[in-house]
């Protein structure tokens, strides 16, 4: 690519606006955390309402840009078939040589009133006029070409030497040599690209009535809104609508608190209701946007377009990085909160100032507070997903050698999604749904029951967790063999490619969080001496701790080997040779994990609510620590087992379909 001295500078400037821009998103919220409780600034307020309010503009720009290209290209075509009517039934007219082609001018003016303009910020578009070796021309009369000086002498293409034909400046297409009955094509637009494939690709080499002519503007011009052939993953835009409404429905009870409970309005600032209104709309707009236009890619305004996308990945990790904070603090007062019911003469006072009594009413009865554990995790997922179909519509502005939807050469087909081969490893994965989700209830009723055998009920159930590890463990390394041994390994295409890289994200969260509980349970395991920060459990207690640990380190097993078995089965395909002998080697074990990913998706998000799982790591790091730990963490362990998930789906899915181009192999 060509680049200039001015899109070099702004380049630099849109960089440097990202980065000033995230480092006030981290900055704010934690001055606001580290404040007294209540006594807030209005500055944070209205830090978000710019961020959201500017990524409404954004969001509303851009999808008036898609509707107008999308109703001038309507326009367009429409035309184009008029002018290719006209030109097939009254106004061609083949002379002597084969080169010279006239058409009725009126209609060439119509149809190329609306053709695409030069973008002056896109210098490595495709350029016409940059090889006159065997062009097709375009003619007027001949008259005006002679008294023009543009007609010159090339070869005739049918056989006679020295032809004159009419070669324009700027509007010429490059023909194939190889091709010599092709007939003269309108090109219309300062930017003409190369001849359809598909019209190469036609037996008879037909005029444009064909329904495979490429007589239309995008078979030359570059478009300035193109829909790409390689968009977002279904289920990842599903999640994203999922934890969207996670998140509207946490706004919505937010708001309602504050004017339901007239007395909550002395604890927040005039800023807060617009604030969170700005929020749900802006979540609302950005999820319909990234759901419909995830296949756009923008050949127009560029510089504006690639501030807007910085823009919305900026404002997605600000939203992630805001709700972490605020779930940080809410522990925190929670905590002492608690300490404070419990030792009323105690110094909490220091920290909560004088807004305790409005942290009293917001923890004791705000639904908001009850509800936060279940969708903080909401917050921070969407924010990770939609930073990521951000950045992926943002690295595809300006390509001009996207593959337009609907124009693959060769095609897979429709979707194959029957459950053949996968009987087994269904039922398998409801039998570790079962044995995943039942634990899970269980530990949830003997929190809430004060129970005499609670201890010896938790060790059973951690057993049984570790069991499951170990045995979806097996699974991943057993799918990594098969897949290895049968399946054929293939290029990886970029959505594969996106897929896996946005999984490492959630792996890393699953790794850190799991060692830092092994770590724990392990360096007090082995050290015999009486430590201060190791408490001294005995009995059922202790063997917790203990499986507790253990199970730490089987879910890093896990995680590990089964990003293993995505990243291997992603690229490969079935053979045809199994086809033909009817065998699918590992889709039985794909649809097993993808089973026991969606129960441990559920059960990550309950995990913060396990209270033996939180009193050791709460005496070794800390409290405030600890919950630093847990809230930026867990979260990402929740995105590892749905994108796990979606990843599995896409195995199960086009692992074991054949592509056409191989099965006409």
């Not at 702004?10 to 580290?34: C, E, F, K, N, R």
């Not at 337009?404 to 490893?425: D, I, L, N, Q, V």
């Not at 699953?510 to 005995?538: E, M, R, Y």
Request: glycine fraction near 8%; proline fraction near 5%; hydrophobic fraction near 45%.
């Amino acid at each position: 690519h060509r680049a200039s001295t001015c899109s070099s500078i702004l380049q630099s400037l849109l960089t440097l606006y990202g980065l000033v821009v995230l480092m006030h998103g981290v900055v704010i919220p934690i001055s606001d955390a580290l404040a007294k409780p209540v006594e807030h600034a209005a500055y944070r307020q209205m830090f978000y309402i710019f961020m959201h309010g500017v990524g409404i503009i954004c969001i509303i720009y851009l999808n008036s840009l898609i509707s107008l290209h999308q109703r001038r290209a309507k326009k367009r075509a429409q035309r184009f078939a008029t002018a290719a009517a006209a030109f097939s039934s009254e106004g061609l007219s083949v002379g002597h040589s084969p080169q010279t082609v006239e058409i009725p001018m009126a209609h060439l003016q119509e149809a190329a009133a609306d053709a695409p303009e030069t973008d002056p910020v896109s210098p490595d578009l495709p350029h016409n006029g940059a090889d006159h070796q065997g062009t097709v021309p375009l003619a007027t009369t001949e008259a005006d070409a002679a008294d023009e000086g543009l007609l010159s002498t090339a070869p005739d293409i049918g056989g006679a030497a020295g032809s004159q034909i009419y070669r324009p400046r700027r509007r010429m297409l490059k023909r194939n040599p190889l091709v010599t009955d092709l007939p003269p094509v309108l090109v219309s637009g300062r930017r003409a690209g190369q001849v359809d494939e598909r019209y190469l690709a036609s037996p008879d080499g037909e005029g444009p009535d064909t329904p495979e002519s490429p007589f239309t503007p995008s078979a030359f011009t570059v478009n300035p809104i193109t829909q790409s052939e390689t968009g977002i993953n279904l289920y990842l835009r599903l999640g994203a609508i999922v934890f969207g409404f996670g998140v509207m429905i946490h706004d919505g009870f937010k708001i309602s608190e504050v004017i339901e409970r007239k007395g909550l309005a002395a604890c927040h600032d005039m800023w807060f209701i617009p604030k969170q209104v700005v929020h749900l709309v802006f979540i609302m707009a950005q999820t319909y946007y990234l759901f419909k236009h995830h296949r756009i890619t923008f050949n127009t305004q560029l510089l504006l377009t690639r501030f807007m996308m910085v823009h919305l990945i900026v404002t997605n990790l600000c939203i992630w990085v805001k709700t972490v904070i605020y779930e940080i603090k809410v522990g925190l007062t929670a905590d002492s909160h608690n300490a404070l019911k419990s030792h009323p003469d105690g110094g909490v006072e220091n920290y909560t100032g004088n807004g305790t009594d409005c942290h009293e009413n917001l923890l004791d009865n705000g639904p908001s507070h009850k509800l936060g554990p279940y969708l903080y995790p909401c917050a921070v997922e969407y924010g990770l997903i939609c930073a990521a179909i951000c950045f992926k519509v943002f690295s595809k502005i300006g390509d001009t050698k996207v593959t337009p939807y609907g124009r693959k050469m060769y095609p897979e087909g429709p979707r194959f999604t029957a459950c053949h081969k996968s009987h087994k490893g269904l039922f398998l994965g409801l039998l570790i749904m079962i044995c995943v989700l039942v634990p899970m209830i269980s530990l949830q009723m003997l929190n809430s029951d004060k129970n005499p055998h609670q201890n010896i009920y938790t060790l059973v159930i951690v057993s049984i967790e570790c069991l499951v590890l170990l045995f979806t463990s097996a699974m991943s390394v057993t799918g990594i063999v098969k897949t290895v041994r049968h399946l054929r390994l293939y290029r990886v295409r970029g959505n594969e490619a996106f897929d896996v890289n946005l999984l490492f994200v959630g792996l890393a969260g699953i790794l850190c969080f799991n060692l830092f509980v092994a770590i724990s349970v392990g360096s007090c395991a082995v050290d015999s001496s009486d430590i201060s920060h190791c408490p001294t459990w005995i009995g059922h207690k202790n063997i917790i701790t203990k499986a507790a640990g253990l199970k730490s380190v089987l879910e890093v097993v896990q995680s590990i080997s089964q990003t293993l078995f995505i990243m291997q089965a992603i690229q490969r395909r079935i053979t045809l040779e199994l086809v033909e002998n009817n065998h699918k080697p590992g889709r039985g074990l794909t649809i097993g994990l993808l089973i026991a990913n969606l129960a441990m998706w559920i059960e990550a998000v309950f995990e913060a609510k396990r209270t033996f799982a939180e009193d050791f790591p709460n005496g070794y790091f800390g409290k405030m620590a600890w919950s630093i730990v847990k809230y930026i963490f867990l979260p990402l362990i929740i995105f590892f087992r749905f994108h796990s998930s979606v990843c599995l789906s896409e195995i199960w899915i086009r692992s074991y379909k054949m592509p056409k181009k191989r099965a006409a192999e």
